[in-house]
């Protein structure tokens, strides 16, 4: 009988130490997620305005104003062994008025095929140019290219050139590989939304964050994230 209250006292002090440490582990969590929140909103408001103040080889100022909402996946890694793939993180904020919304975070990822042996990082920056880019992005799964049209967006001069096809597609892609922007277009590859970041940062999912009819404040928005935003402002805000 003594060993039988001697294990079940264990147990219950094992249990109690358990609960006991939940919150200090749920605080290191969010301390971590916030981190990563705010890494991934200083990388791409970094590689954003790197891009925009390229002289006479940046995205034309019409084309971004037009824009619906702007999507930036940084150092996005391209692994090509005969049969290749991208990997990497990223985040959109979508239009609103007097600037721009919280930034929901998105994953990129996609197949490719070649006989290339290597692995190179690329910046992408996408313009989702109406409601059909929008309305891609809220599904779990979004293949650009797909029900969408995607066309590789002109930078400086080429926009006076710009065809209908292109005035017409629904995101509008660029890249810049090894200090190389060009107009770029990224198809075959797919977008989804990272809910466990999203939720972390803003308890709410992706596509909360794009259709949100009363958008978060840039000052209510948690702090590792205001970044983007603000980068985004500096060059297109109606």
Same mark, same amino acid.
């Given at each position: 009988?003594?060993?039988?209250?001697?294990?079940?006292?264990?147990?219950?002090?094992?249990? =109690?130490?358990? $609960?006991?440490? +939940?919150?200090? #582990?749920?605080?290191?969590?969010?301390?971590?997620?916030?981190?990563?929140?705010?890494?991934?909103? #200083? @990388?791409?408001? @970094?590689?954003?305005?790197?891009?925009?103040?390229?002289?006479?080889?940046?995205?034309?100022?019409?084309?971004?104003?037009?824009? @619906?909402?702007?999507?930036?996946?940084?150092?996005?890694?391209?692994?090509?062994?005969?049969?290749?793939?991208?990997?990497?993180?990223?985040?959109?904020?979508?239009?609103?008025?007097?600037?721009? /919304?919280?930034?929901? +975070?998105?994953?990129?990822?996609? /197949?490719?095929?070649?006989?290339?042996?290597?692995?190179?990082?690329?910046?992408? =920056?996408?313009?989702?140019?109406?409601?059909?880019?929008?309305? /891609?992005?809220?599904?779990?799964? +979004?293949?650009?290219?797909?029900?969408?049209?995607?066309?590789?967006?002109?930078? /400086?001069?080429?926009?006076?050139?710009?065809?209908?096809?292109?005035?017409?597609?629904?995101?509008?892609?660029?890249?810049?590989?090894?200090?190389?922007? $060009?107009?770029?277009?990224?198809?075959?590859?797919?977008?989804?939304?990272?809910?466990?970041?999203? @939720?972390?940062?803003?308890?709410?999912?992706?596509?909360?964050?794009?259709?949100?009819?009363?958008?978060?404040?840039?000052?209510?928005?948690?702090?590792?994230? #205001?970044?983007?935003?603000?980068?985004? =402002? #500096?060059?297109?805000?109606?």
């Amino acid at each position: 009988m003594r060993v039988v209250l001697q294990r079940m006292g264990l147990a219950t002090l094992c249990s =109690v130490l358990l $609960i006991s440490t +939940f919150p200090f #582990r749920s605080q290191a969590q969010k301390k971590s997620r916030m981190q990563d929140a705010e890494r991934h909103s #200083r @990388e791409a408001s @970094e590689v954003f305005t790197e891009i925009m103040n390229i002289k006479e080889k940046t995205i034309p100022k019409d084309l971004l104003d037009k824009a @619906e909402a702007i999507a930036v996946f940084p150092d996005v890694l391209k692994a090509a062994f005969v049969i290749g793939g991208r990997g990497g993180q990223g985040l959109i904020s979508r239009r609103v008025r007097g600037g721009w /919304g919280p930034p929901a +975070f998105f994953n990129l990822s996609g /197949g490719s095929f070649g006989a290339q042996i290597g692995a190179s990082k690329t910046d992408y =920056v996408l313009l989702i140019m109406n409601d059909d880019g929008i309305n /891609g992005l809220l599904k779990d799964k +979004f293949e650009i290219g797909g029900e969408v049209g995607v066309a590789a967006g002109p930078v /400086g001069r080429e926009a006076a050139a710009s065809t209908d096809a292109m005035l017409q597609a629904g995101i509008l892609s660029y890249s810049r590989s090894k200090g190389a922007f $060009i107009g770029a277009a990224l198809k075959g590859a797919a977008i989804t939304p990272d809910n466990d970041l999203n @939720e972390a940062v803003y308890s709410k999912k992706a596509n909360e964050l794009l259709t949100q009819r009363n958008p978060i404040k840039l000052a209510d928005m948690p702090a590792p994230v #205001r970044i983007f935003p603000r980068t985004l =402002v #500096r060059y297109s805000v109606k």
